[in-house]
């Protein structure tokens, strides 16, 4: 939703982790219930292993104590040219954890785990897999058939659409009961699932980087792992196994219908074994422990892996099932954490005009009844977990989705994790993370990113470290970091400032918010690009995680963090974008970034005001008259005929990368307003039929989408959609050059420059090709425009209510040109008579630093806290005391 499109004909499919499980919960006190959210959550190792350890440290389970909601839909992946988008997940979980429930008798454990992890099956497990998708199958029919059945209690959906999608996909596990031509077209299929995973494997991937997931699973014995490791990968890549004897045979008939898709490609570093943790394999044992293996070969890593599997798989069918729900959705990551935000404030699920992810063109409804008022489904959490969705989206598109969504409570916490190797140290990935200077931005978020501020971290890198420096490149190798994020400030923290706010200077605050921008989108800064060009900053500039309507969603979630005149910043900020930005093309993209400021109220520049639109309008074709109330921003959607795609489908696939794609709008070659461009990154891409109805020109004119699900492999137009200032559609409403292209990066251009030319344009038509070009108020099946709950607007008069209560201000203290908080300033007005008393009797103040955050006044033999919301030093502190206007404060 907030991130740029890629050109996605290249996908891979990761049905199992690539990082040890972790405890989800650890950080939960015993007798406290949790909610759970998992975005882009992969396979179930996570949800499995934090029951056992819940189970195993002895935690009293009270009712509810775990409710888990997993979206599965989305992961985007730039570690090398690549991207994933995977539907199938959820259908594979459900599958995987309803035989487990089943196994009462926990003879099933062997079975299991083929059927979850062997990419060829024997016939035991076909067996079984095919009863337990059958059943799955007929008891999903409708939502309420599915509700009412044996699983629906504990596992639950969060949307018919999500629903249709996993029964479908059940639907095809059932292999072992196709008969005939369905039977044969399914190994076909099976067939060229399987060869596009070696054929991509054999390309993509140089064995001597094997090791790497393998060592860092058997952390700390990760080095014992150097030769076993990528041993174990190749033998269950040849043998489609993990079984010693490898005698399963490689037909089309045993291929296991879980791992194929005919719209991604399994993806070449697959490895059953690296969501485990794996040193008890070399560990030095007793004879008598549980966990010691007996076979002394490098299977041993084998053993250890379904010894762990088998017992956390026991541990889940054990738990109380009426204490432990699950629910699913199949959607973009950001998009749902924003539903989720517009529930839990509106409660409704009517859709909020936006789509389940970037390249569909379904609407994402909560239609669930577990979404009605009375519906109990959680919209705050204890724990969410991103998996490495930071790596693929962008820390600022992430948090500023996801954290809102944290539970008010002191144990509450987010997790993100990196795999991708951006920069060359840690110290470099902290300082690029939030563009920006890292503790002045997770301040300004309301976030605590605990491993920064304590130095301190349970997840090791020792192992990633050692074997980067054994790489022949600087930019091989991946970098493993998992941060926690908390709150500085909860309901139970005594006299907290109200929402943790902090007041600004107009300056001081637009010059870090600029900073921020230059960070985005840093890829446009031609002379540091050029200046220290190398593979990495060639990576680096052209897997892009940003766009303009990333950075107005960053502004909407900050303006309800600060307290200041937020016109002020806004109009300095603008000032810094359009006279003083050192980006090449900031220029060709501002008029996106004013569309999105004023869809998401964050700010509106004087074109969105309707007195322009209505200017503008009887400057136009005479087509748009009878438009009456035309709105400030219209929807386009342009129709890409399949020919032209030809540019980019027939290049390699192992060639195309991840390229962005956009729509441009600009002047006619014989414009009567000079030359003018205009960019929009922010586009929504599908493939299929377009039709319309009502009166084009007229708010009753509608576009709609019939989606072909072969896509790139079928033979349907492309369809872009993006958003667009009125005025600039009515400079020329009939001449005005309109293209749909490739973003120019050093990768994508060094790629389609040769067959698409300079300007990289794909299809280029003119607006007023109404064959091809679609402007409508409402983008293609939607009933509404892209919006999000209205939050605080930042100003002081609109703020003052909510922080009469307050008893302490918080102010941030930002250098005018550094783009930083240099210091933070906690000031108490709201004093009890006796310490005011106290006060004007020249009683002595003594001032301690009791935490990081905390520092308490003793005013005689009364003491007041006051709190900060970052880590503060007290070396430098300074305390001022005001007797007479009654108020404290610490800078």
């Not at 399949?642 to 540019?647: D, E, H, I, M, W």
Request: net charge positive; with cysteine; aromatic share 10%.
């Amino acid at each position: 939703m907030a991130s740029p499109v890629t050109v996605d004909i290249v996908t891979y499919f990761y049905p199992v982790g690539n990082t040890s499980a972790v405890h989800l919960t650890r950080n939960i006190p015993p007798e406290q219930t949790a909610q759970i959210l998992l975005l882009g959550c992969g396979d179930i190792r996570n949800i499995v292993f934090t029951v056992y350890m819940d189970q195993v440290s002895g935690k009293q389970i009270p009712p509810g104590v775990i409710d888990f909601l997993s979206d599965t839909c989305q992961q985007v992946s730039f570690d090398s040219k690549e991207v994933l988008f995977v539907l199938t997940l959820s259908a594979r979980n459900i599958l995987l954890l309803t035989l487990a429930l089943d196994d009462t008798n926990g003879r099933r454990g062997p079975l299991m785990w083929n059927i979850y992890y062997h990419l060829y099956l024997d016939n035991e497990s076909m067996k079984l897999l095919n009863d337990q998708a059958t059943k799955l199958y007929e008891m999903a029919t409708t939502m309420q058939s599915w509700t009412n059945g044996k699983y629906g209690q504990q596992f639950r959906f969060c949307d018919e659409g999500t629903l249709s999608k996993v029964r479908n996909i059940w639907y095809t596990y059932r292999v072992a009961s196709f008969k005939g031509k369905e039977r044969e077209q399914h190994a076909q299929r099976s067939m060229a699932a399987m060869q596009r995973a070696t054929s991509s494997r054999e390309h993509r991937m140089n064995n001597a980087l094997f090791p790497l997931n393998g060592i860092r699973a058997a952390a700390p014995a990760g080095i014992c792992a150097l030769q076993d490791a990528p041993k174990l990968n190749r033998h269950y890549w040849e043998h489609g196994s993990t079984d010693k004897d490898g005698l399963f045979l490689r037909r089309p008939e045993y291929i296991n219908p879980t791992f194929v898709t005919d719209t991604s490609t399994l993806h070449y570093g697959t490895d059953p074994l690296l969501g485990f943790h794996l040193a008890t394999a070399y560990a030095p044992l007793t004879k008598e422990s549980p966990m010691r293996g007996r076979d002394e070969a490098r299977f041993k890593l084998v053993e250890v892996a379904r010894q762990q599997f088998r017992a956390w798989i026991a541990s889940f069918r054990q738990y109380p099932r009426q204490q432990l729900t699950m629910r699913f959705s199949a959607s973009d990551a950001v998009a749902f954490s924003y539903a989720l935000q517009q529930r839990r404030l509106t409660i409704t699920s009517s859709p909020a005009g936006f789509y389940r992810d970037s390249y569909h063109s379904k609407p994402l409804v909560l239609d669930s009844e577990d979404y009605l008022e009375s519906g109990g489904a959680p919209t705050s959490f204890t724990v969410i977990d991103t998996s490495n969705l930071i790596d693929h989206i962008g820390a600022l598109n992430l948090l500023v989705a996801s954290s809102p969504l944290l539970e008010n409570t002191c144990m509450s916490s987010l997790y993100t994790q990196t795999l991708v190797k951006s920069q060359e140290t840690q110290t470099a990935y902290i300082d690029s993370l939030l563009c920006g200077h890292f503790p002045t931005i997770s301040t300004l978020l309301g976030l605590i990113p605990v491993e920064y501020w304590t130095n301190i971290s349970s997840t090791s890198m020792m192992d990633d470290l050692m074997l980067d420096s054994a790489c022949s490149s600087a930019d091989n190798g991946q970098m493993h970091i998992r941060l926690t994020w908390k709150q500085p400030f909860s309901r139970q923290t005594p006299l907290s400032p109200a929402s943790g706010r902090l007041h600004f200077d107009d300056i001081g605050l637009a010059r870090i918010l600029h900073e921020v921008y230059l960070n985005m989108f840093r890829n446009e800064d031609m002379h540091k690009l050029l200046a220290g060009i190398n593979q990495r900053t060639v990576t680096n500039n052209s897997l892009l995680r940003y766009n303009r309507r990333s950075f107005a969603l960053f502004l909407r979630f900050i303006r309800n963090r600060v307290i200041c005149n937020w016109t002020k910043v806004m109009d300095r900020l603008l000032a810094f974008i359009e006279k003083g930005s050192p980006l090449l093309m900031s220029l060709n993209y501002i008029q996106e970034l004013y569309l999105y400021l004023h869809l998401y109220n964050v700010h509106s520049v004087d074109t969105f005001a309707p007195a322009f639109a209505r200017t503008s309008t009887s400057l136009g074709a005479a087509e748009l008259k009878g438009w009456k109330n035309i709105p400030p921003v219209l929807c386009v959607t342009i129709e890409v005929p399949r020919k032209n795609l030809g540019a980019i489908t027939r290049i390699n696939p192992t060639e195309i990368g991840s390229p962005i794609l956009h729509c441009v709008v600009q002047s006619s070659p014989s414009s009567p307003s000079g030359r003018w461009q205009n960019i929009f990154s922010a586009i929504q891409l599908s493939f299929g039929t377009i039709s319309t109805s009502g009166e084009r020109f007229s708010d009753t004119f509608r576009a709609h989408i019939e989606e072909d699900k072969l896509r790139w492999n079928g033979s349907s137009p492309l369809l872009a959609t993006f958003m667009a200032p009125t005025w600039v559609l009515l400079l020329e409403p009939k001449t005005a050059t309109i293209a749909f292209g490739i973003q120019s990066t050093p990768a994508s251009t060094f790629v389609f420059m040769k067959p698409l030319g300079l300007d990289l344009n794909v299809y280029t038509t003119n607006l007023g090709n109404e064959r091809n070009v679609f402007v409508t108020k409402f983008s293609p099946n939607l009933a509404e425009f892209t919006t999000l709950c209205a939050l605080s607007d930042g100003n002081y008069n609109n703020s003052v209510a909510s922080n009469a209560t307050a008893p302490i201000l918080i102010t941030a203290k930002a250098g005018p040109n550094t783009g930083r908080i240099e210091s933070l300033v906690s000031r108490i007005e709201d004093l009890s008579e006796n310490m005011k008393k106290e006060l004007q009797n020249g009683c002595t103040v003594e001032t301690v630093q009791t935490s990081p955050f905390r520092f308490r006044e003793t005013l005689g033999s009364k003491s007041i806290t006051l709190n900060f919301p970052a880590p503060v030093k007290a070396l430098k502190h300074k305390t001022r005391i005001a007797r007479k206007s009654f108020y404290i404060e610490v800078e």
